[in-house]
């Protein structure tokens, strides 16, 4: 794909203008003239504002050309009905370091917003810029654009549920429903706390949460506790839509959910995450309306790896089977309070139950004999995303069975929600909560029923489909000899995003410093789906600050490749004198921990004492002694693995150098990556070149671009690979790093 050169004007609006000349990123047809010219007045005037009164604010010729082609894509908005989608209302704005993409995007939507009457969302990927945006950026500009309101949204799961509280402490109602074993079927062990859960304790932190609740003391986030509660204590009471009576729930005018939506709704702009993003369009909620929302996606290097996750399904079996068989004393315990003409059959539910524990007896009996999964042998996949013959056939009737188990499950909890004056008020208060919880079973179910659909499938472009060893769960007896976790994923979610996203969609931005590997849009095109809409708009924006002058990047002269036994004992003599060369702050990026601590272990005394070591400390506290250090005017180097490596900002002489000891590729561990890799060489083509390669050219980008962060700034960019210049990829990985000067350094003498 080719990028238009920088055009730091707006085009004028032409009837008449040739899509063959025009860059696809400033094609204005489509777009009623008086429309966009009233558009591009209000743009210009809040710009101004914006500069005049922004402090320390700077005006970019990049940022009023990522302003303009996010404009266009705005007002090219689709109506929910509207079905003539080419992707004119779909954009990929990459804009480097330093070029004001928050500011350039929320003027641009905020002027699309009040033209088009549309809500805007804007989703992050990571924790950091959400809160940088609700507490920094966002008051600023609302201070600038007295009219302007934001708010942030979050998941259901984030806000406490408070009929399920109300349940957890009376009477045990919960805990004759929900056991531990079922609340761990549907998730992974590294949600888990460590140790068995302490009951007394729980019950203790409920009850001071409700008083905390009732008394105005706490909102009901759990993101405003000082200290976070246990994970299953958690997830006993947290809000899930399955469990939620709305506005037949006593607590509905209170519910701590529905009250941060009701506050978010008048707001133009809403901040959220990709994750709660892409859950709420796969489901029936009307919490976000897609056909009428301006979408901006920042940080959408990360949206298909988080779309990825999303669209699996997992389900451990030891604890399903615990779950149907608490399924089946609770249908025939509430079955009988329902009147005669509507209930259930406790028969025909009950050989139901029998009939998916017998076929999910014949899937254990399949990996026992097999022996494909252990405590040796962790995980095993299905070649080519294909179970075994003999099980596709119980696969289909198992997702069969568990649609009518959960239509009978559903009928019972409908019921149960029905207020019945003839029963007392504590009646009716167990009644109800017992229907909750059954919305909860009912979530799980679906689970089930759309992970057996997959694994009975076979696909032209094939899931992933695979088991894992699953560990013993404390003070739980074990169901069978091997427990396991059931699991499928897409290999990509480029199908799912198309069909679930971008179809339905108003209109989206998507945005990031490093959204291009290799120099080109075609690695996130493919992995996000994009590439199904011809007219999609795409625009590289240069960085302000001027890479030539400002940095370099040199290549370690070592004399081992990466790929050598030697390499790491090499990095290790090479690295102290690496460092001596720079006085102030120092940044260096490890691919491994191990290479990390052998690196650290073997610096002489006096640098070793100027480590600040992720894992020692938290990374607020490591990020604030790194601060003081180079304050002091201390040299003050920061060890980090690939977290350290985005979303960290040292400016001046915070980071004056950055270290990367070699290219972070990633082998295809995963049972994701190694099915499309697969995949891939099965269809006659190259995984390291079209996965590999462009994935770790879009890492080393954002490490890189931990050097220069302002105009003033200056920094030498280590990398102690030298596959990036030796060998024929290492061209292609070049041209998508900031455009540093490229030295061969001369080796270091070491003291």
Same mark, same amino acid.
């Given at each position: 794909?080719?990028?238009?050169?920088?055009?730091? !004007?707006?085009?004028?609006?032409?009837?008449?203008?040739?899509?063959?000349?025009?860059?696809?990123?400033?094609?204005?047809?489509?777009?009623?003239?008086?429309?966009?010219?009233?558009?591009?007045k209000r743009l210009k005037f809040l710009y101004r504002q914006v500069a005049k009164n922004w402090p320390g604010f700077l005006a970019r010729p990049g940022q009023d050309e990522m302003m303009q082609a996010a404009l266009l894509t705005f007002l090219c908005a689709k109506s929910p009905d509207d079905e003539s989608r080419q992707g004119n209302n779909l954009a990929q704005? %990459?804009?480097?370091?330093?070029?004001?993409?928050?500011?350039?995007?929320?003027?641009?939507?905020?002027?699309?917003?009040?033209?088009? %009457?549309?809500?805007?969302?804007?989703?992050?990927?990571? +924790?950091?810029?959400? %809160?940088?945006?609700?507490?920094?950026?966002?008051?600023?500009?609302?201070?600038?654009?007295?009219?302007?309101?934001?708010?942030?949204?979050?998941?259901?799961?984030?806000?406490?549920?408070?009929s399920r509280l109300e349940g957890a402490i009376h009477e045990g109602a919960q805990a004759s429903l929900l056991g531990d074993e079922f609340q761990d079927a549907f998730v992974g062990a590294r949600t888990r706390s460590k140790g068995p859960r302490d009951s007394v304790q729980a019950m203790r932190w409920f009850n001071e949460s409700i008083k905390k609740l009732r008394a105005g003391k706490w909102d009901g986030d759990i993101d405003s506790l000082e200290q976070q509660p246990d994970p299953e204590d958690w997830r006993q009471v947290q809000a899930n839509a399955h469990a939620c009576n709305g506005g037949q729930c006593e607590y509905f005018?209170?519910?701590?959910?529905?009250?941060?939506?009701?506050?978010?709704?008048? !707001? &133009?702009?809403?901040?959220?995450?990709?994750?709660?993003?892409l859950a709420t369009l796969q489901t029936d909620s009307t919490m976000i309306d897609p056909g009428n929302t301006l979408f901006v996606f920042d940080e959408a290097h990360h949206l298909p790896g988080i779309a990825a996750d999303q669209f699996s399904y997992r389900a451990r079996y030891g604890a399903t089977l615990h779950l149907l068989t608490s399924l089946r004393a609770v249908a025939s315990r509430h079955g009988r309070a329902m009147p005669a003409s509507r209930r259930p059959d406790p028969v025909a539910f009950g050989q139901a139950i029998t009939d998916c524990t017998d076929k999910l007896a014949i899937l254990e009996r399949y990996w026992t004999q097999t022996q494909c999964v252990s405590a040796d042998q962790r995980v095993h996949r299905f070649t080519q995303g294909r179970i075994p013959d003999a099980l596709v056939a119980e696969c289909e009737q198992l997702g069969m069975v568990i649609r009518s188990i959960s239509g009978v499950v559903s009928s019972i909890a409908a019921a149960l929600m029905e207020i019945d004056e003839s029963k007392s008020l504590a009646e009716r208060d167990e009644q109800t909560r017992a229907g909750v919880e059954l919305g909860v079973y009912l979530s799980q179910l679906n689970t089930l029923e759309r992970l057996f659909a997959a694994w009975a499938?076979?696909?032209? +472009?094939?899931?992933?489909?695979?088991?894992?060893? !699953?560990? *013993?769960? #404390?003070?739980?007896?074990? +169901?069978? &000899?091997?427990?396991?976790?059931?699991?499928?994923s897409p290999m990509t979610p480029a199908q799912l995003l198309s069909r679930g996203l971008w179809k339905s969609v108003s209109a989206a931005v998507c945005t990031s410093a490093t959204l291009t590997a290799c120099g080109s849009f075609d690695f996130f095109d493919r992995l996000s789906g994009m590439n199904r809409f011809p007219e999609r708009r795409s625009l590289v924006v240069a960085s302000p600050f001027d890479y030539a002058t400002q940095g370099e990047l040199r290549i370690a002269p070592m004399r081992h490749s990466p790929k050598s036994p030697e390499f790491s004992e090499e990095l290790c003599e090479v690295l102290p004198g690496l460092l001596r060369e720079h006085h102030h702050g120092q940044l260096v990026l490890f691919t491994s921990k191990r290479q990390m601590q052998a690196c650290h272990a073997a610096l002489p005394k006096d640098l070793s004492g100027q480590v600040q070591m992720q894992g020692d400390r938290s990374r607020t506290e490591l990020l604030k002694e790194h601060s003081r250090c180079v304050a002091s005017g201390q040299r003050s180097i920061i060890f980090g693995l690939q977290s350290f490596g985005e979303g960290i900002d040292l400016p001046g002489q915070l980071?004056?150098? +950055?270290?990367?000891?070699?290219?972070?590729?990633?082998?295809?561990?995963? #049972?994701?990556?190694?099915a499309l890799a697969e995949w891939l060489t099965a269809q006659g083509r190259d995984p390291f070149a079209e996965l590999s390669v462009p994935r770790t050219a879009m890492?080393?980008?954002?490490?890189?671009?931990?050097?220069?962060?302002?105009? &003033?700034?200056?920094?030498?960019?280590?990398?102690?690979?030298?596959?990036?210049?030796?060998?024929?990829?290492?061209?292609?990985?070049?041209?998508?790093?900031? #455009?540093? *000067?490229?030295?061969?350094?001369?080796?270091?003498?070491?003291?």
């Open positions: 794909m080719s990028f238009s050169a920088p055009q730091h !004007a707006p085009l004028p609006v032409d009837a008449l203008e040739s899509p063959e000349q025009t860059p696809a990123h400033a094609r204005t047809q489509g777009i009623d003239a008086d429309l966009l010219k009233k558009a591009r704005l %990459e804009a480097g370091t330093g070029t004001g993409k928050t500011v350039a995007y929320c003027l641009a939507a905020i002027v699309a917003s009040e033209l088009l %009457e549309k809500t805007v969302i804007v989703s992050t990927a990571t +924790v950091a810029l959400q %809160e940088q945006l609700f507490h920094k950026d966002l008051p600023r500009l609302a201070q600038i654009i007295p009219d302007l309101h934001f708010d942030i949204i979050k998941g259901r799961g984030r806000y406490v549920c408070e005018k209170s519910c701590a959910f529905f009250r941060a939506r009701r506050r978010a709704a008048s !707001a &133009t702009i809403q901040v959220a995450n990709h994750a709660l993003i499938t076979h696909d032209p +472009v094939p899931w992933a489909k695979w088991m894992e060893f !699953a560990d *013993p769960i #404390p003070g739980i007896p074990a +169901v069978s &000899t091997t427990d396991a976790w059931l699991c499928a980071c004056e150098h +950055v270290v990367i000891d070699k290219l972070p590729f990633s082998p295809p561990t995963s #049972p994701v990556e190694e890492k080393l980008a954002q490490w890189a671009g931990r050097g220069v962060r302002t105009v &003033t700034d200056r920094a030498v960019i280590t990398v102690c690979d030298t596959r990036l210049v030796t060998m024929r990829y290492g061209k292609d990985i070049l041209a998508g790093l900031p #455009p540093f *000067p490229v030295v061969r350094s001369v080796r270091a003498e070491q003291h």
